[in-house]
């Protein structure tokens, strides 16, 4: 069995897969807007500071458990520390299923804005459109969504189907190179922009009074998602390392690139929307719509060099999406391989599948179908995406993140968390007595205080 599981070709391949696990839309579509929304400076700056004191901690545990056992969650967990917490693993991969189900349809949206702004590029821009009505017109209808799901859904499948090295690994090579050169481009051209000072001020200069107590919780929510922690994921990415790759250092790469990504993304879209007369107060109308309402017709109007950028932009959204979706199904895939005992190639077409059925829910519950649009299990998020969205965000990554802190805190022995972590190869930032206290005491604070906001005051982190 052992022999079979593939292993990463090199902590670079391995730090650019996990790197393009975390950096997602949760880097381009997600951090932009809630930063706006909890206006700027002082989140950003708790953010930091939840990513530094919660975030790159638990990484390290994740990938710790994983890199320990070998297995992907459910066994991981097992191996590492005890028989119970297989259910943890559970925990995880169904998280990952639902995740993946919604992710998939957002992903998709991507696709639609790459054809349009090509269409554009190539054709000229119609001043006559209003992008409003094009993002509802093409989220309502039900073939659309589903058609360019199911492309996305293919080609996740079509990548993971083919293994960790040969798969995973070569895609994240290939991918990573391109995402970073794209966004350095914009950043070039957001920084001819006259928006682009006040733009760095937003983001960088904190005003306290202007943040809310619930976006400290946002910011915690936040942390969790962007760097795929809570879930296993981590987990399963650490099971294809060898021992002698470190695991600490990587952990630091990985959260650095991320952080660093949604910082830039975010410079590169306010630096944009500052620069337009008025576009601040069309934002704050539909901030969600940020990336796909707002954006998409100033390439053609504000943007150096926009009418090549502006397509540029939706591929660079769509291949840092597919980098993270290929290692949502990794997580339900890789459960299946490990634990049943089923092919490689039967497990990701079949989880593919099974997974895509409920991606059709979540595709067509944009006003395309009335029943799965309109219903509200949770108050405010009507329909089957803002569910499951809500779902997961609020309710799944902290329960499953801070079961993490206690297995890798309070579970597992000192001897054998530190036998991973504290290895020769560590570098000199690193010390394991630091780690140990914050797995141990600061992050499951955290994360208590997260699942206990949502618990009693209704905060909403989706
Ligand atoms: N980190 C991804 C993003 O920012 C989203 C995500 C959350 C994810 N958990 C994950 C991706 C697990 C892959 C695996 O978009």
Same mark, same amino acid.
């Given at each position: 069995m052992e022999d079979q599981r593939g292993h990463w070709s090199s902590s670079f391949g391995f730090v650019l897969a996990a790197t393009g696990s975390a950096v997602g839309l949760g880097n381009l579509w997600k951090f932009p807007f809630v930063t706006w929304e909890n206006s700027g400076g002082a989140f950003v700056l708790i953010y930091l500071v939840c990513i530094a004191a919660v975030g790159l901690p638990i990484m390290m545990a994740e990938l710790l458990i994983g890199r320990k056992a070998q297995k992907s969650p459910v066994g991981a967990l097992k191996a590492a520390v005890g028989p119970a917490w297989g259910i943890v693993g559970g925990w995880g991969v169904l998280c990952g299923f639902i995740l993946l189900s919604y992710y998939t349809v957002i992903a998709g949206w991507s696709l639609f804005y790459f054809s349009k702004t090509l269409g554009w590029t190539a054709g000229g821009f119609p001043t006559d459109l209003q992008m409003g009505d094009l993002f509802g017109e093409q989220v309502s209808n039900g073939g659309l969504q589903v058609g360019l799901s199911l492309l996305f859904s293919i080609a996740t499948v079509s990548i993971v189907y083919f293994g960790v090295q040969k798969g995973i690994e070569r895609i994240a090579k290939i991918f990573l190179p391109i995402l970073f050169s794209i966004l350095l481009l914009m950043l070039i051209s957001a920084a001819r922009m006259e928006g682009f000072g006040e733009s760095l001020a937003f983001i960088f200069i904190p005003h306290f009074g202007e943040l809310e107590p619930a976006g400290i919780l946002e910011a915690l929510g936040h942390a969790f998602f962007t760097l795929s922690l809570g879930m296993g994921a981590m987990i399963t990415y650490g099971s294809y390392l060898e021992r002698r790759q470190s695991i600490v250092k990587s952990a630091g790469i990985i959260v650095l690139l991320d952080t660093i990504i949604g910082l830039v993304a975010a410079t590169i879209m306010f630096a944009v929307i500052f620069s337009v007369a008025g576009m601040e107060e069309q934002v704050s109308g539909s901030t969600v719509g940020m990336l796909f309402i707002s954006l998409p017709q100033l390439f053609y109007t504000e943007v150096p060099f926009g009418t090549i950028l502006g397509p540029l932009f939706y591929l660079l959204i769509a291949l840092a999406a597919l980098t993270s979706t290929i290692s949502l199904l990794e997580v339900v895939a890789s459960y299946v391989i490990d634990e049943? @005992?089923? @092919?490689r190639h039967k497990a990701t077409v079949l989880c593919g599948a099974t997974i895509f059925i409920f991606t059709i829910l979540s595709a067509l519950s944009f006003g395309a179908v009335d029943g799965l649009s309109t219903f509200e299990i949770f108050q405010g998020k009507p329909g089957w995406f803002s569910t499951a969205d809500h779902f997961v965000s609020n309710w799944m990554l902290p329960t499953g993140g801070f079961a993490i802190t206690m297995a890798a805190g309070w579970f597992m022995t000192r001897e054998s968390t530190m036998a991973e972590l504290a290895g020769e190869s560590e570098p000199a930032w690193f010390s394991y007595e630091v780690w140990r206290f914050f797995i141990r005491f600061v992050a499951p604070a955290a994360v208590a205080s997260i699942i206990i906001a949502v618990m009693f005051f209704g905060t909403d982190f989706s």
């Open positions: 049943h @005992g089923v @092919g």
